[in-house]
């Protein structure tokens, strides 16, 4: 079991310049998205009524913790390659998985946060909505990592267990924010229903790409490349799908994390009804 | 394509000490203008009427990201070259032409949300406008850098298509704020009249700048200067060519964020009418 999980971190198969700079690239990106919505969310506050501040204070925490995480991530790559003959190498240092899996414990428990903050549900539904709902995503990532860090072709079969375990607290998620925003639809008002339903949507498509990109990333074909065991042909094959492994999860984690948190602040805008002083206060 | 594609980033001629100079200083000057930037929107939401603070608080963040892009930027110049015998050659790393393009996805259809903001559009023109800019923003920022990351100077009539391809969506956003600009004129107060006349003229004079600095980026013979194939002559003409090209993007994108941004701001100012606590409350 120890040795199983001593490669905490993915063995990484060899990559093209264009390869490598294409990921490199994403992350950067991804920081600089992270930033600026960090940056957008904490200081909007003060453009919505004060009841709906502390929902983009939570949305703005959760793009900041991304965006160290990306940063960290950046790092992980530059450190598992190194340039040799045109092409990049790996692995320098092994890339680390974990720092995705660290960012997921902290930001999905307060994704679930910030959309129950600015619901503005009841006390009481509220308190019993979220503490389901956390403990799901905590079950969900702490199931998922097990699988995720096994990189031996032959324990594959392991991978998709782990996958399925945590596959049950995932659809539990989904099925419960998808039924509580339906519900809540109509306890809001008009102008945020709209909105609402986009982010229903942006929740269900986005969180698709992450167990998707488990099961791409954990077929026999792909573990042997990571594990530079496979020949020639399926070692391309497997460096394009560390590729669009990490390019995927990018662009997934931008979309739920900042372009949610636009649509957090869009809903408060649309259900602040205060004007003047009051509402700009701060 | 994909070999085409290899070259994410340009190889580089090489430059005197002076050339290389020039391009370091003016990054650096950039990241100094653009963060002095940011911090002057973000101060100044305080001192004009609560509904302007918005567009502010979006010109701001355009400017953190142009920002750290240009810091980016700045550490991929260092990267590219080493100093040996007195000049500077290239290329160690090479020099990342994604981040420009990166800041551009990113900041070109906030540009268009911060202008849309300040003019307070009725919503459902606003709406309309601004999916339309952000559609064709989007469409000429993908369109143009398939183009820009062709290096081999065989493939320079491609990168004609390209450009000529991005061109339509560019012209088509030019059309549309010039026109919507005009039209809003009259029903913007006298005060903010001749600043948006300005706003127009700033829009149309920095944003020419791309294209040209794209073609002329593009020739069969910068090509070949910065493929390094070129003869001596043609190689200066490269490399003042590389030079010239960097210093008109980091001038143009100076003038076309934090000068807008500022232009934006004064618009903000001209139209607010309250005084007193209510407009400086925050």
Known sequence: MIEGLSLLASSMP?????????VDNIFSMTVATMGAAALFLYMSRAHVDPEYRPALLVSGIVVSIACYHYFMIRHSWHDAYALVDGGYKGPGAAFNDFYRYADW???????????????????AKATSLLTRLVIAAAAMIALGYPGEVIADPARWTERVVWGGLSSIPFFYILYVLWTELTNSLDSQPPAARKLLEIARLVILITWAVYP???ALGGTPD??????????AASGIVG???????????????MTAKAGFGVLIYLIAKAKSTKSGEAAYAA
Chains 1, 2 share one sequence.
């Open 212 to 214: 998707i990109a488990y």
């Open 105 to 123: 414990i902290l930001t999905v428990p307060l994704l679930m946060v910030e959309l129950v903050a600015v619901l503005r549900l009841p006390a």
């Open 239 to 253: 460096a394009n799908g560390v590729v669009g492994l990490q390019i995927g999860y990018a662009i997934a984690d």
């Open 14 to 22: 060899d990559l093209s310049v264009f390869q490598y700079n294409a």
């Open 222 to 231: 792909a573990l042997a490349a990571k594990a530079g065991t496979a020949d």
